[in-house]
């Protein structure tokens, strides 16, 4: 049976990875980008296409909780149903907690977090048994480095909700997990700003490891992970 995907951040990055990945394996999908990524996406849904697969760009804003409902109606009107939810869509804001402006951390906390809530709860009420729900996370999290406390805290609390729904969707035979991810293995936009170049030895050194963590994210919506709930796999954190 076919399955669908809804990929959120699709059009770039780790998210842009992931929706190829999975569209090259025959897996229908869904690939959401925010404004000014049109043209990104379309790149992506172009090459699943070329490669035989199938795929459908979107743009919405995950931070308004509008969005999701109607994410899930056009792939269900497209596709049929939505069969694994994978959140990558996340922006990111350094700077030191005193200088962190109220409206910067609430923009941080609608996307990041509020962005995952809106899907997950979605997903919650959608999807099917066998269902998969995959949320990225970062490793700057068990790093604590100075200047990310907005984007450290968004995915806290991402983590902590999805060890919570997994325990609420287990009855229902949808797995929830999480994959951290090492800034200096995924070269993507989102860490494109930052320090990491002080705080991970992997960063700067052209070592783009992203396949690596496809490869996890890609188990982890599979069959053959039907028994793994509630967990954050951190990804090469030996490194860190």
């Given at each position: 049976m076919q399955r669908t995907a809804l990929i959120t951040g699709g059009s770039g990055g780790i998210g842009a990875a992931i929706a190829r990945c999975f569209g090259y394996d025959g897996i229908r999908v869904l690939v959401h980008y925010?404004?000014?990524?049109?043209?990104?996406?379309?790149?992506?849904?172009?090459?699943?296409?070329?490669?035989?697969?199938?795929?459908?760009?979107?743009?919405?804003?995950?931070?308004?909780?509008?969005?999701?409902?109607?994410?899930?109606?056009?792939?269900?009107?497209?596709?049929?149903?939505?069969?694994?939810?994978?959140?990558c869509a996340g922006i990111m804001h350094e700077a030191p907690l005193a200088e962190v402006s109220d409206e910067m951390f609430e923009m941080v906390l609608a996307v990041n977090l509020f962005g995952c809530f809106h899907t997950m709860r979605e997903a919650a009420r959608r999807m099917k048994t066998g269902g998969r729900i995959v949320n990225v996370s970062s490793s700057a999290l068990s790093q604590s480095a100075p200047g990310y406390s907005s984007y450290n805290a968004t995915k806290g609390a991402v983590e902590a909700i999805t060890r919570v729904l997994a325990n609420e969707l287990a009855p229902k035979g949808i797995t929830v997990n999480a994959v951290a991810v090492s800034p200096g293995e995924a070269e993507t936009e989102i860490y494109s700003h930052g320090r990491y170049d002080e705080i991970s030895p992997m960063?700067?050194?052209?070592?783009?490891?992203?396949a690596d963590i496809v490869?996890?994210?890609?188990?982890?919506?599979?069959?053959?992970?039907?028994?793994?709930?509630?967990?954050?796999?951190?990804?090469?954190?030996?490194?860190?």
């Open positions: 925010r404004n000014g990524g049109e043209e990104a996406a379309a790149h992506v849904v172009a090459d699943i296409k070329a490669a035989g697969g199938d795929a459908f760009a979107v743009q919405a804003n995950v931070a308004d909780s509008r969005s999701a409902p109607d994410l899930f109606d056009f792939a269900e009107s497209r596709f049929g149903s939505v069969d694994i939810l994978v959140n960063a700067g050194q052209g070592n783009n490891r992203s490869g996890l994210v890609k188990f982890l919506a599979s069959e053959k992970a039907n028994w793994i709930h509630g967990q954050v796999l951190r990804a090469r954190e030996d490194l860190m």
